[in-house]
């Protein structure tokens, strides 16, 4: 995962602290803007966990 474009899908609906949408906690998505690449990455693996382990779909708004 190379990308560290802001995963939001505009969905933003929590259930236990994390987003459905994009699998954030409250704490990452405030943190987003200032985090670096790095951590960036480390967010995005673990939200993608997250939203496994929520059942969500992970679909992206159309365009």
């Known amino acids: ?3 560290t474009k ?3 899908i505009n969905i933003c609906k ?3 602290d ?3 949408g994009c699998g954030r ?3 990452e998505i405030r943190a ?3 985090l670096d ?3 960036k990455r480390a967010v995005l693996a673990e ?3 997250r939203l496994i382990a929520l059942g969500a779909t992970g679909r992206r708004k159309s365009k």
């Open 1 to 3: 995962m190379n990308s």
């Open 6 to 8: 802001d995963p939001c």
């Open 14 to 16: 929590f259930s236990d």
């Open 18 to 20: 994390i987003c459905v």
């Open 25 to 27: 906690s409250k704490r």
């Open 32 to 34: 987003w803007k200032k």
């Open 37 to 39: 690449k790095v951590d």
């Open 47 to 49: 939200s993608q966990l």
